[in-house]
């Protein structure tokens, strides 16, 4: 009986090795990449400077291409035909020249060819701030989503700010329709432009530095990127950029020295992170910073 007991034991825990092992290796097999064509513009909130605009406008060819924006983050009760009218005129005041409102919250309107055309010949689409999960509601996985994604295969650009960042990414950081304070909420999924990753926003701005843990405690498997306000990251295929004022955050299991240019590997259940500045390249595939650029 001893012998038998000892052998179940030894079972058991080699099971649980097994287990371990596939998971730990499943999570090395998933990669973070970026689109195939076009590019990605993501901004941590707050101001936008006139670079930021700038960079944006040409990343879609002029400001004269057809630029498309969504304010359908913003809560319902401001759709007005005046405010979608002072939406549009906000753009155009900022210099583009061709700019059309995209807006639903019917989700058989975002599936119907008439919607979605308005995105044939966009060059570039914008998501502004608000709620997150009200562009999941209205868009993920429909003919709209579909076409968005159209954009960025012909070479346009998508951007946003602040909730428009956080859409762009695979896991919906802050997602929870009750309140933007819960990391994990009731709409966990993005519009995936980026695969396998979070991206939180007004990290620094608001204190919100730490909360990206409680995500990567959950699903390890992500890379998690934390952006500052009137910051951007710029990604065209698997690698970005970044530019503006303040720094971006990196949760990836490292610890990252500029001034030795040397990447250091954490112990499992770390709770670092490092920070990106203005000019400083990132590799979302090998999820490390692009050193030795000259």
């Known amino acids: 009986m001893k012998r038998n007991s000892t052998v179940k034991v030894l079972l058991v825990l080699l099971i649980l090795l097994t287990v371990n092992n596939g998971f730990s290796q499943s999570n090395k097999n ?123 295969e012909r070479g346009g650009v998508i951007g946003g700010s602040s909730a428009g960042a956080t859409i762009q990414g695979s896991y919906l950081a802050r997602g929870d329709s009750k309140t933007n304070l819960i990391m994990m909420g009731d709409h966990e999924e993005g519009l995936s432009f980026i695969k396998n990753i979070a991206i939180d926003q007004h990290v620094l701005a608001r204190n919100r530095q730490n909360d990206m843990f409680e995500i990567l405690d959950n699903k390890p498997e992500l890379l998690g990127i934390g952006i500052d306000e009137s910051t951007a990251i710029i990604v065209k295929k698997n690698t970005f950029k970044v530019i503006g004022k303040s720094y971006v955050a990196i949760y990836d299991g490292t610890r990252w020295s500029k001034e030795r240019d040397t990447i250091y590997n954490l112990p499992k259940g770390s709770r670092e992170y490092y920070w990106l500045k203005s000019g400083d390249e990132y590799n979302l595939e090998t999820r490390a910073v692009v050193t030795n650029k000259n």
């Open 30 to 152: 998933i990669v973070t990449t970026g689109p195939e064509n076009g590019a990605l513009f993501i901004v941590g909130g707050g101001s936008m400077s006139e670079e930021l605009w700038d960079e944006f406008k040409k990343l879609m060819g002029g400001a004269d291409k057809h630029l498309v924006v969504s304010p359908t983050a913003i809560s319902s009760e401001n759709y007005s035909k005046t405010f979608l009218e002072e939406y549009k005129k906000s753009f155009l005041d900022k210099g583009f020249t061709n700019v059309t409102v995209l807006h639903t919250r019917d989700r058989s309107e975002a599936n119907s060819e008439a919607f979605t055309n308005i995105l044939a010949n966009a060059a570039g689409v914008w998501f502004t701030g608000g709620r997150q999960w009200r562009y999941a509601d209205s868009y993920l996985n429909t003919k709209t989503h579909d076409a968005l994604k159209r954009v960025l």
